[in-house]
């Protein structure tokens, strides 16, 4: 299995690990797309908090043809990245974007 497959393999397992731990949470769904083709991989929460809806990225993935790895976006606690290391991917491979416009932002105010 070349690199990228097997990113993507790991990328997909580790959605559908966390999908299905939240999807124990009564209050909303979890939406989960995979697209390998085009190297996409979103997680979504949809539902309702105090009488409003509730729908938002959980975790955005992304993966190149170079086979890097971008994390777009971790709204969780959970060390998305650190997990996926510890699965496989270099750490040389993955690209925190968020992180940079965060910093960017903070630099900017």
């Known amino acids: 299995m070349d690199k990228l497959n097997q ?6 397992d580790t ?3 966390i ?5 124990k949470e009564d209050d909303y769904e979890s939406l989960l797309s995979i697209d390998h083709q085009r190297g996409q991989y979103i997680l979504m929460s949809d539902g309702w ?11 955005h993935l992304e993966t190149k043809p170079n086979a ?3 994390l777009r976006c971790d709204n969780t606690d959970l060390a998305v990245g650190q997990d996926l290391v ?4 270099d750490i040389r491979d ?3 974007p968020f992180i940079l416009l965060k910093c960017e932002n903070m630099h900017k105010k």
């Open 7 to 12: 990113y993507q393999k790991i990328i997909e």
């Open 15 to 17: 959605l559908v690990k």
């Open 19 to 23: 999908s299905q731990m939240l999807a």
């Open 49 to 59: 908090e105090n009488g409003k809806r509730y729908y938002h990225p959980i975790i």
């Open 68 to 70: 890097e790895v971008w």
């Open 86 to 89: 510890n699965q496989g991917i």
């Open 94 to 96: 993955i690209d925190l």
